[in-house]
């Protein structure tokens, strides 16, 4: 037998000791501390149950509780258990054309909508969340707390929004480091592309890092007006407006790097079939293991019998007060 938490069973014993020592002495001791009325009521004293019966059940039962909260437990040993699922790490673009209207309202909350649908398709796999633009950012570490990853993700408004290029050869590297000790390496970019500049050295390190690459494209071949930090249109030095599409260039790249892409839609049909797509190749391979103690509960006797006694301790307050309402009555009648 031992405790989970014997700190309290410490922190609260020694108070006890010394209210039941100061119970079990003279009124004479106890009233220099307590007011006559709270020493009235503790000491609880009835015709149909002796007082020091009462004060003795009174001190048991939160003897038992303070028992129940040190949580005892019997220990059967370490267990190694297989973890189901995978890791995989999200990276959501936050350059300045995200903030295009093609799709609606823009490509920002379009991608954010969208890893939402996906940590809802894989509730039980561990995730982590960077966010990209000229210098990348872990957003959130992994973790397969699905609600605390959309509450990340929704707070990046459009103040996060970096004008400046977009620098996947950081990402990259940013991306093999976190990645560094997980097998497999997976990463799943929400992205409105990007030239084949800016992507030139980013399947390079992402191949020699053994990373495999999942793009959801946002945004149209048409294509959309960039907005600046102020909702106006950007114009180019000729005088014209600034025209951002999406480019599909980084989805070649993903299945050039063992991956696959898909062009975010509306509703959630297209995360489930890239979903699918990614369990169909990892269907065999796991997290890991994890090592959990084995333990058999018990604080819930002592909590029970605790409550038991208290519950007989308090058994005639309500007809003594009765009692004590009818005294009052016929002295006002007097």
Do not use: C, H
Not at 82 to 109: F, H, K
Not at 242 to 261: F, H, M, P
Not at 282 to 300: A, C, I, L, M, S
Request: proline share 4%.
């Amino acid at each position: 037998m031992s405790f989970v938490n014997p700190q309290f069973f410490w922190v609260l014993i020694v108070p006890f000791i010394i209210f039941a020592f100061l119970i079990s002495t003279n009124k004479e001791r106890l009233s220099r501390i307590f007011d006559e009325k709270v020493l009235k009521r503790l000491s609880a004293t009835d015709e149909s149950m002796p007082m020091v019966v009462r004060n003795v059940l009174m001190l048991l039962s939160v003897l038992l509780m303070i028992v129940a909260l040190a949580r005892p437990v019997m220990e059967k040993g370490d267990k190694k258990v297989e973890v189901q699922g995978l890791t995989l790490l999200t990276a959501l673009d936050i350059s300045g054309s995200m903030r295009s209207t093609d799709v609606y309202p823009n490509r920002l909350t379009f991608a954010k909508k969208k890893m939402s649908a996906l940590f809802d398709a894989m509730p039980s796999d561990e995730i982590g969340v960077v966010a990209f633009a000229y210098s990348p950012f872990v957003l959130a570490p992994f973790s397969s707390d699905k609600e605390t990853l959309k509450m990340m993700v929704e707070g990046v408004d459009d103040s996060y929004i970096n004008m400046g290029s977009t620098d996947f050869s950081a990402l990259a590297e940013l991306t093999a480091s976190l990645l560094e000790k997980k097998k497999p390496k997976i990463v799943l970019l929400f992205s409105d592309g990007g030239d084949e500049e800016a992507i030139a050295g980013f399947s390079e390190i992402l191949k020699d890092n053994e990373i495999d690459l999942y793009v959801v494209l946002v945004g149209t071949d048409k294509g959309a007006p960039v907005i600046d930090e102020n909702g106006k249109p950007i114009t180019q030095k000729d005088g014209t407006i600034a025209i951002t599409q999406r480019n599909d260039a980084l989805g070649e790249v993903a299945k050039e790097n063992g991956g696959a892409y898909v062009v975010a839609g509306n509703g959630d049909t297209d995360i489930k079939q890239l979903v699918s797509v990614i369990r169909g190749k990892y269907k065999n391979q796991q997290q890991g293991e994890v090592t959990v103690k084995e333990r058999v509960e018990f604080f819930y006797y002592p909590l029970g019998l605790g409550l038991l006694f208290l519950l007989i301790s308090f058994g005639s307050m309500p007809r003594r007060m009765r009692n004590e309402k009818l005294e009052m009555k016929n002295e006002g009648r007097k």
